[in-house]
């Protein structure tokens, strides 16, 4: 199994990035997905999560400015993050949740928000 985290770079205050999660090595749609993310220095947090019918819940601080969703077809999980603020530079990962566990977890990708 594996989940490969993309689309993360340098954005200044306000503005905008998609990340996406390609999934291989499973059966896509049987399985909850969800991204977390760390700051430096600080505990990884729960960020997302969207399950099998698209059922989404989020961390009360991005709540209104990101949205999860999932292409079962293309095995990928998005993240769209809007009006970003710097205190939302972290690693942003991926995970596939089995059961109530996160178990699998993808390299992460760095998000930088300037300003």
């Known amino acids: 199994v594996q989940l490969q985290a993309s689309g993360g770079g340098l954005v200044q205050a306000g503005g905008s990035l998609r990340l996406s999660c390609a999934a291989s090595?499973?059966?896509?749609?049987?399985?909850?997905m969800g991204w977390f993310r760390q700051a430096l220095g600080k505990e990884r947090e729960f960020v997302a999560s969207?399950?099998?019918?698209?059922?989404?819940i989020y961390a009360d601080f991005v709540r209104g400015r990101f949205t999860i969703s999932r292409d079962n077809v293309k095995s990928t999980v998005y993240l769209q993050m809007n009006s970003l603020k710097l205190e939302d530079t972290a690693v942003y990962y991926c995970?596939?949740?089995?059961?109530?566990?996160?178990?699998?977890w993808g390299q992460g990708t760095q998000v930088t928000v300037s300003s």
């Open positions: 995970a596939r949740k089995a059961g109530k566990e996160f178990d699998i």
């Open positions: 090595g499973l059966t896509f749609r049987k399985y909850h």
């Open positions: 969207v399950g099998l019918t698209g059922t989404t």
